[in-house]
């Protein structure tokens, strides 16, 4: 057509492009704001008016390098898993009061997103209480500097803190739920409330705290069977935890929410994770796979705690005191004997777990591949070329009548160097009033004794020579407590006194190390006495980079940094004898290394394996 010569015809033809550009514009902008709806049926949830049954796993986003979720998340659908679900730690996200962080790996909104990239639903649990064998349940060591603030309760000054915390993850994830065309599905308040209290006037507080947050989609709650009656808040979804029996399964959830599903266990445990000083956990899946199988024929919607733990780096471990126990402080490693392992490889457990849920995937629906083994090596030619003395890298001491916790000196995790002047050519016992948690203690920079909280040691026989003698007493903070009633009671540090030969030994001095930015100690090789804790700096260099495993069996006690990033703890006691180091940590070339070592400061060989080792106990 010769639009130069009819000119209406041309108007019109431009009107219509117009209105077909607007149009198709108009059509991305509502893919792009399209939403979903997800609710409850009387049986089962049904997205978009259609049944729905969760096949999650449990995967946290600290524990993983940011690096990695994609990988991660692409392998929960490569065994069947339409929703992953994870926790949101209040400490991470307000290490400080008032100063927020939901950057780095500590940035949730993305990982949420990631999920929905790969086409993963997400289960939230903001809680702000989590547990997760995480340090102080996830809650912020700096709330037990607020004179009487209690937490889970509706005493004020908690409340006034909590909703803080709330508004800002809501101002985070509460765009990315389903109803606002994000891929949250549901959001879990509180969590396992009814093993610790029942109070519903603090639960309904929470719904208030959660929706005020933004959060206006399908909230629940979830508890242990037994516990439920305590925990469930009428007019929400009661979900139930450690649960297999299904008629069980139903007949809970049906006599605490009028009588119908649908039908949730919260927390299904195909494993269990581990604490220092005992047995590596693990469950064959051929025990689990029998449950798996007959959750998801009745119908019933599940999430596998976990599904891939992760490490724990950092300091960032919890530690259980059930009062019958005694105080067990988690390993480093967070391996779960989960489908995934630590290192986010298929393990046999995946196999097994993914040939029962293939016989219940949507028609049509295929799922991918089983992954690949990552690619593993070993390291054998990492150096030490400096060492200092904890001595020599002391900071400007903090001064007081009595020893202060960690919280009195605003230190959160790490350790803190106590030190008093005592007049010598005595004999007779030492006696830490609630040490918490672990000590090394030395007289004239000499270790003399350790105490470990783990076996309720406080006291020991010491000598002083003749003389004035320096008393350094090196506390560790090995995770402050996760769960049950002693939630209450988690400063860390000398809590109360330090006693000798009955006398109050007084005039302290406090020098915190809190160890959380490595690369702000600076020293020169050292003349290193035998038995004083001491900082290694090292080096090594790679052609390429892949997963490998520091072997750390012939080492005592410490922490291990690789290229700036805190791996976490290791123990000679185990079972956890190596550390994962992760390839996307590594690079080609220089790679630098720090170790702090409590015990065996003469060490200074180190090499790393193409394999981990988490069931070795030592003496």
């Not at 603030?149 to 005493?155: A, F, G, H, N, P």
């Not at 396992?192 to 719904?207: A, F, T």
Request: charged residues 20%; aromatic residues 12%; positive net charge.
């Amino acid at each position: 057509m010769n639009t130069k010569k009819t000119p209406l015809l041309a108007l019109i033809f431009s009107s219509l492009l117009s209105l077909s550009l607007l149009g198709s514009c108009q059509q991305k902008r509502q893919d792009k704001d399209a939403t979903h709806t997800f609710t409850l049926g009387d049986s089962a949830f049904l997205l978009d008016n259609k049944p729905f049954q969760i096949i999650s796993g449990e995967m946290h986003y600290p524990r993983i390098p940011r690096e990695a979720w994609l990988d991660r998340m692409k392998k929960a659908k490569a065994m069947g898993l339409n929703t992953i679900s994870t926790y949101v730690f209040w400490n991470l996200q307000e290490p400080q009061k008032d100063k927020f962080d939901f950057s780095g790996n500590n940035d949730i909104a993305q990982f949420v997103k990631d999920a929905q990239k790969v086409g993963l639903w997400v289960i939230l649990r903001p809680s702000p209480y989590v547990c997760a064998e995480w340090e102080f349940g996830g809650y912020p060591y700096w709330l037990q500097n607020i004179k009487g603030l209690v937490v889970r309760s509706k005493e004020k000054q908690y409340i006034e803190e909590y909703k803080k915390y709330i508004n800002a993850v809501g101002k985070q994830l509460a765009p990315l739920q389903i109803n606002h065309g994000g891929n949250i599905i549901m959001v879990q308040i509180e969590n396992e409330y009814g093993s610790y209290g029942n109070d519903k006037s603090y639960l309904q507080l929470n719904e208030q705290l959660f929706r005020n947050a933004g959060f206006d989609g399908l909230l629940y709650t979830c508890d242990p069977a037994k516990d439920l009656p305590n925990g469930y808040l009428p007019g929400l979804l009661p979900a139930v935890n450690g649960l297999s029996d299904t008629t069980a399964i139903k007949s809970i959830i049906r006599k605490y929410h009028q009588g119908k599903g649908p039908f949730m266990v919260a927390e299904w445990y195909p494993a269990w994770f581990d604490w220092w000083g005992t047995k590596h956990h693990t469950v064959p899946a051929a025990a689990y796979a029998k449950q798996l199988n007959d959750i998801l024929k009745a119908g019933i919607s599940i999430n596998m705690y976990m599904f891939h733990g992760g490490t724990t780096r950092g300091f960032m471990n919890g530690a259980n005191d059930k009062q019958t126990t005694p105080y067990e402080p988690q390993t480093s490693s967070y391996d779960y004997d989960a489908p995934l392992d630590e290192a986010g490889n298929v393990t046999e457990k995946f196999k097994v777990f993914r040939s029962v849920i293939e016989k219940y995937l949507p028609k049509g629906e295929v799922l991918p591949a089983i992954p690949a083994p990552k690619t593993t090596m070993g390291i054998s030619n990492i150096k030490f070329a400096t060492s200092a003395s904890i001595f020599n890298i002391l900071p400007k001491p903090v001064e007081n009548l009595t020893p202060l916790t960690f919280e009195a000196l605003h230190q959160a995790y790490g350790f803190v160097l106590y030190r008093t002047m005592v007049k010598g050519g005595e004999n007779g016992i030492l006696h830490l009033r609630d040490l918490r948690d672990y000590a090394i203690v030395m007289v004239n920079s000499k270790r003399v004794g350790v105490l470990d909280r783990r076996f309720r040691q406080d006291s020991m026989p010491i000598s002083f020579p003749a003389g004035n003698d320096t008393l350094d007493i090196l506390v560790e903070n090995l995770g402050r407590i996760n769960f049950g009633l002693n939630l209450l009671k988690n400063n860390k540090g000398i809590t109360h006194s330090v006693w000798f030969n009955g006398g109050e030994l007084k005039g302290w001095q406090m020098y915190d190390l809190p160890f959380d930015n490595i690369a702000q100690y600076h020293f020169k090789g050292d003349n290193i006495r035998d038995n004083e804790p001491i900082v290694r700096k090292g080096s090594f260099q790679l052609i390429k980079v892949a997963d490998t495993y520091l072997d750390m069996r012939r080492w005592g006690k410490g922490v291990v940094w690789i290229n700036g990033h805190n791996l976490g703890r290791y123990w000679r006691v185990g079972p956890q004898q190596t550390i994962y180091v992760p390839a996307e940590w590594l690079k080609q070339g220089e790679n630098s290394i720090t170790i702090l070592e409590l015990l065996k400061p003469e060490m200074n060989a180190l090499s790393a394996i193409d394999h981990p080792i988490l069931d070795e106990l030592q003496r």
